[in-house]
């Protein structure tokens, strides 16, 4: 009797919980060893972590228990970090030992892109998982509370800096500046003593976005008392205070880097031909030279060839690349050739701006306030429907959505 070949997927992020539940509901398990490794035993919503990081979700909303939502008894999952691949060998290296494969997804996410500006890693915190945001989110309210108590008044202990004017800084921004008119009223502060800084160097908020819904969207964060510093490139984060490259420093006690990931460090260290953890991969989104590794999500590079610039790495690009790659292994385990090349389908952008205002474009539609916000929350629910069907969005899913 054949033994049935075994896939490995590394990494429950969006591309590889849709990969495994797509697998699953196909019964690939009856054909194929089907091994899940995670570091937590959870699934969390990582366009979401800007809501818990600033305080206005609970963290336990972004996550999901990955028994939950696929059949461990049909799917094996391993909850353990991983060290690196051995790609002649077929063998991952985890904490905790190793597994040999026939198919590999590598879907490992990031971590964030410093550009080697000193001190980041050191000062500054970051939205990049569940327990991140949870720290975060206390330290804000800690903020408050040790300002409230002094008899003379620390002005940096409120004064927070959020480097990078990306989606993320954007999205933080917006639930932090709804955020503290509630942390004002419940310890008695002002809230002209409250400065909330957006340092961004590139010559524009929300880069490549279009210009009248950025516009929409500074002066909408700006009534709620955000300073925006464009084309102000950081020099150095040292601690409490941010040097900016034309001279200047902002004294602040809370620092949040939001500028950008790179691909999972275990990528390089495995001998991939990476570009700040992401490799280019083929147009079936195999590993160049490696006919039985898949690579997708943050660790993977596609080029849109008509700007000639890398695609961002965005949940929606990420499940997509999850049912080509889903769709290639069947193929390869029933012994066909002719595997589907992946081409990413752009249906349109939102970004939240904390409470019920949103903007973003869907096709050739502008959207602004609380049409944009009900669409977000719609595009969030869609994912949990394609996840877990109606059960998981109406466990996990945002209803009110006006």
Known sequence: MNRRPKVVILGAGYGGMMTATR????????????????KHNYHYQTTWLHEPAAGTMHHDRTRMKISDVID????????????????????????????????LVIGLGSE?????????????????????????????????ANY?????????????????????????????????????????????????YSVEAAPS?????????????????ESRGVEFKIS???????????????????????????????GNPVVEKSGFDAMRGRVKVEKDMRAPGHDNIFIFGDCALIINEEINRPYPPTAQIAIQQAYTVSNNLKKL???????????????????????????????DRKLYGNSASAMKKIIDNRYLYLLGGMPLVLKKGKLNLF
């Not at 697998?23 to 995670?38: G, P, S």
């Not at 550009?115 to 903020?143: C, D, K, T, W």
């Not at 040292?238 to 420093?249: M, P, R, S, T």
């Open 72 to 103: 461990t008894n049909k799917i094996q999952f391993i909850k353990d970090g991983v060290q690196r691949i051995d790609s002649e060998h077929q063998k991952v290296h985890l904490d905790g030992g190793e597994l040999d494969y026939d198919y």
């Open 148 to 196: 409230n108590r002094q008899d003379e008044k620390q002005e940096d202990l409120l004064t927070f800096v959020v480097a990078g004017a990306g989606f993320t800084g954007i999205e933080f921004v917006g639930e932090l500046s709804e955020r503290i008119p509630e942390l004002c009223h419940e310890y008695d502060i002002a809230r002209e003593k409250v400065k909330i």
């Open 23 to 38: 697998l699953q509901k196909a019964n690939m398990h009856r054909e194929a060893e089907i091994v899940l490794v995670n």
């Open 333 to 363: 385990i029933k012994g066909e050739e002719n595997l589907e090349e992946f081409k990413p389908d752009i249906k349109g952008t939102v970004a939240s701006l904390g409470g019920k205002e949103a903007i973003g474009v869907i096709g």
């Open 205 to 221: 908020a929300l880069p490549g976005f279009d210009e009248e819904l950025v516009e929409y969207a500074m002066n909408l964060l």
């Open 232 to 262: 102000t490139p950081i020099k150095e984060v040292q601690e409490g205070k941010v040097l900016l490259e034309n001279g200047d420093e902002i004294k602040s006690q809370t620092i949040v880097w939001t500028t950008g990931v790179r």
């Open 112 to 144: 964030p892109e410093t550009f080697g500006i000193p001190g980041v890693s050191q000062h500054a915190f970051s939205i990049r998982s569940v327990n991140s945001v949870r720290l975060i989110r206390e330290h804000i309210e800690y903020m408050f």
